[in-house]
């Protein structure tokens, strides 16, 4: 894969400032689709369907709807958060950058970034959930330079409890269910399952495959402050660029905030970035409306 002189988000911000009416006439078959695999699994006929969908990056990729659906609809993730963090990716990945992937999912990203790296290069991605692993496996299996891990991160190794929830959340999993308890309308017990994992520290994964990064990107879903407590010798020795899944005001940031401030006392400077991917020096988290904030080691 070659690294895209052009942007192929323009035309999907465009579309999403567009109204959902000239958004559905520009797919109406798949959002017809959408609709239909919706409404079964509203009424429990469905859990999910498998499809493979082209990107508009030079990959496809399997998914399960209904969760993923703007890949579905669109060929990428289109928040303004994800389409900004997409281009701060074009622009900051080497052919040679080493990157942890944590809360890999389906592998989207991990995809997009094995595309802007060479053999020289690695994406590890990690992710815990059974289901959302098979789809990684399938994605990255041939992608010589992606290593897939289906384990949790932690600050210590340990066994651990991992939530899972229904297709239409998977991408909330999580291995700290507490801020479900009282921030998500759409939480219920009863739709939710759980399961032990292996936990381990950053630190020792990495010890063992030999591997020092030049990014962690953290997508932890209330995990934040434990992954950071566990990467201590990597921060010492690599100094990796953080790059953290921030979430919006009417959600419980505190892992994230608690976190940032770890990282801080260690040395760490926060930016965000605005819409063309360039860096912001020091946002203010209480005004942030983005949902990734990036560390550097200064």
């Known amino acids: 894969m070659q690294k895209q002189t052009a942007d192929p988000l323009l035309h999907i911000e465009s579309l999403m400032r567009s109204g959902s009416i000239r958004r559905a006439l520009t797919h109406p078959w798949r959002y017809g ?29 399997q998914i399960a709807l209904p969760s993923h659906a703007d890949i579905f609809l669109f060929g990428s993730k289109t928040s303004r958060s994800d389409i900004h ?18 809360g890999a999912s389906i592998g989207f990203y991990s995809l997009l970034i094995s595309g802007l790296i060479d053999d020289r ?3 590890l991605a990690i992710e815990p959930s059974q289901e959302a692993f098979q789809l990684l496996q399938v994605n990255s299996a041939e992608m010589t330079n992606i ?10 190794d340990k ?8 297709a239409k959340y998977a991408e909330y999993n999580t291995l700290n ?3 479900f308890l009282t921030q998500s309308r759409w939480y219920n017990h009863k739709n939710v399952t759980h399961e032990s994992v292996p936990v381990k520290s950053l630190d020792n994964i990495l010890l063992d495959l030999h591997i020092l990064p030049d990014i962690v ?6 995990s934040d402050i434990a992954i950071v407590q566990g990467m201590h010798d990597i921060i010492e020795k690599a100094h990796p660029e953080i790059i953290m899944r921030y979430w919006p005001q009417d959600r419980d940031h505190t892992q994230q905030v608690t976190a940032i401030e770890k990282l801080q006392s260690l040395g760490y400077r926060l930016y965000g970035f605005n819409s063309e991917g360039s860096l912001i020096d020091g946002p203010h988290l209480d005004k942030y409306i983005f949902e990734y904030v990036i560390l550097k080691y200064i």
Do not use: M
Request: net charge positive; proline share 5%; charged share 20%.
């Open 85 to 102: 963090l997409i281009r701060y990716l074009k622009h900051r990945i080497q052919p040679d950058s080493t990157v942890i992937d944590i």
């Open 159 to 166: 066994l651990g409890t991992i939530y899972t929830f229904p």
């Open 177 to 179: 269910i507490d801020p």
């Open 147 to 156: 290593s897939a891990r289906q384990i949790s991160v932690g600050a210590k």
């Open 33 to 61: 689709y959408l609709l239909i695999v919706r409404a079964l699994y509203q009424c429990g006929a469905l859990n999910k369907v498998i499809r493979s969908r082209k990107t508009i990056f030079p990959f496809s990729i």
């Open 121 to 123: 290069g690695l994406v």
């Open 217 to 222: 990107k953290l997508d932890a879903e209330n």
